[in-house]
């Protein structure tokens, strides 16, 4: 079974609006939680990440909020520029010596 | 600047053919890990090394085998290629524990004909 659901599956965005990706999980063992972005052609990049004693990392435009009671997180993407349009990745990993697990992903368009 | 560096961009491969994939980091990162994404299904796990000689399954293994002889290495072998092996192969790379700052390579797209 899928252990990270992410919606939406894609995403248009108006440039200088809020682009928002969520996240759920149902494995109360994940203990780490990152984004990854990856434009065309390349390979998945780290964006931001978060651990599940805060509620809240902000990196500039881009915000993760994690709900630890509804076992969810989300990114926003304050200001969305052309240049965030990209493939984005959620993922968790369990404690211990165990992978990342990845969401499906979500392909962002942001257009002027 | 630290890379995942993957021998091949684009692959095409027939049908029944033995396939290597190769990859090289130079980081020294003890885990190496070898994901395939295709449209809809995100990034899924193939294998996965924590070290050298070593090899874990991941959640697809069936058809694929890895080799891991050095720790800068991770090789991602097709047995007998079938048009269902067609996609993109992700390589990755991290520092123990699993899970900080992986960095990935920038993929092979294999096409099996």
């Known amino acids: 079974q899928q252990q990270v659901k992410q919606s939406p599956q894609s995403l248009i965005v108006q440039k200088g609006g809020i682009s928002i990706i969520n996240c759920a999980y149902e494995?109360?063992?994940?203990?780490?939680f990152p984004w990854y972005q990856q434009f065309p052609g390349k390979g998945p990049a780290l964006l931001i990440a978060?651990?599940?004693?805060?509620s809240e990392k902000k990196e500039g435009r881009f915000t993760i909020s994690f709900n630890k009671s509804a076992k969810q997180f989300s990114l926003h993407i304050m200001d969305s520029q052309p240049g965030d349009s990209a493939t984005y990745f959620c993922a968790a990993r369990r404690s211990g010596n165990t992978p990342l697990v990845f969401g499906k992903g979500t392909r962002l368009s942001v257009i002027a | 600047d630290v890379k995942v560096t993957q021998s091949s961009r684009y692959l095409v491969k027939r049908t029944g053919e033995k396939v290597f994939l190769e990859c090289v980091q130079d980081?020294?990162?003890?885990?190496m890990f070898w994901y395939r994404q295709d449209p809809g299904l995100g990034l899924r796990l193939i294998y996965f090394s924590y070290d050298v000689k070593m090899k874990e399954k991941g959640d697809i293994p069936e058809g694929y085998s890895v080799s891991r002889e050095k720790k800068e290495r991770f090789s991602l072998i097709l047995e007998s290629a079938s048009t269902n092996q067609t996609s993109m192969y992700l390589c990755a790379s991290s520092f123990r524990p699993q899970g900080y700052g992986y960095t990935f390579g920038s993929g092979t797209r294999l096409t099996v004909v």
């Open positions: 980081m020294d990162h003890e885990n």
């Open positions: 978060i651990r599940p004693d805060v």
């Open positions: 494995n109360t063992a994940f203990d780490y």
